[in-house]
């Protein structure tokens, strides 16, 4: 079964560090991004790093705070996240397409939790 499974999260205070993880368990092959959602918000692009090159996209909201990698021989993407504020608060989800059967398919992870107190 394809699954993308985050962890790391956690509680923080601001002005902390927080690394997530996305670990999938097959290869994707394709770019994968994270999203967060915080209460009563829609959910909202995070950053976003592709298979190939490793090129990176972020929200201007995260620019020189928040680091996405990946491991592809682990199948797992990273989010370090730094200089954390309150509202960074949220569930964070990572996304990915992953090539199946001849067609992509979308596929989320549940979410972790990420909590900044102030």
């Known amino acids: 079964q394809v699954q993308l499974v985050e962890s790391g999260g956690g509680l923080v205070q601001a002005g902390g560090s927080l690394r997530l993880s996305c670990s999938a368990s097959?290869?994707?092959?394709?770019?994968t991004t994270w999203y967060r959602q915080a209460p009563g918000k829609e959910r909202e692009f995070v950053a976003g790093?592709?298979?190939?090159?490793?090129?990176?996209d972020y929200a201007d909201s995260v620019k020189g705070r928040f680091t996405i990698s990946r491991n592809n021989a682990q199948n797992t993407v990273y989010l370090q996240m730094n200089s954390l504020s309150p509202e960074d608060t949220a569930i964070y989800y990572c996304?990915?397409?992953?090539?199946?059967?001849?067609?992509?398919?979308?596929?989320w992870g549940r979410g972790t939790q990420v909590t900044v107190s102030s």
């Open positions: 097959i290869p994707t092959y394709s770019t």
């Open positions: 790093i592709s298979w190939s090159d490793s090129s990176t």
């Open positions: 996304h990915s397409k992953i090539f199946i059967e001849g067609n992509w398919h979308d596929y």
